[in-house]
């Protein structure tokens, strides 16, 4: 079974940073996807930023330059680093893990809070 967990969320003001980190262990299959998403209440999950199992990131267009998603070499470990934090930041932060392979598994953490607010 793969567990997959995050922390590093909490309250801070406009402006400040955070860096959420999430860590997936498990039978883990050696090809997968790793991101975060962001979802607000009644709203959708989105996705924030994804990295491949080599290390290639991808930052969606809205949050780059103060974003950046890392990862652990050769472990499941994935960081996000948030800068110049803006109250439509807030929400809930969720880290997924997308294997691929034959009998590809689906994984997501139980969420931690971002919140800006001054």
């Known amino acids: 079974q793969v567990q997959v967990v995050e922390s590093g969320g909490g309250s801070v003001q406009p402006g400040a940073s955070l860096r959420l980190s999430c860590s997936a262990s498990g039978n883990i299959f050696s090809i997968y996807y790793m991101g975060w998403y962001h979802q607000i209440p009644g709203g959708q999950r989105e996705e924030v930023a994804t990295?491949?199992?080599?290390?290639?990131?991808n930052v969606i267009a809205s949050k780059k330059g103060r974003f950046t998603i890392s990862k652990d070499d050769g472990r499941p470990t994935i960081y996000l680093q948030m800068n110049s934090l803006k109250p439509e930041d807030t929400g809930v932060y969720y880290c997924?893990?997308?294997?691929?392979?034959?009998?590809?598994?689906?994984?997501w953490g139980q969420g931690t809070q971002v919140t800006v607010s001054s």
């Open positions: 990295i491949t199992s080599r290390g290639t990131p």
């Open positions: 997924r893990l997308e294997e691929v392979g034959p009998h590809p598994g689906d994984y």
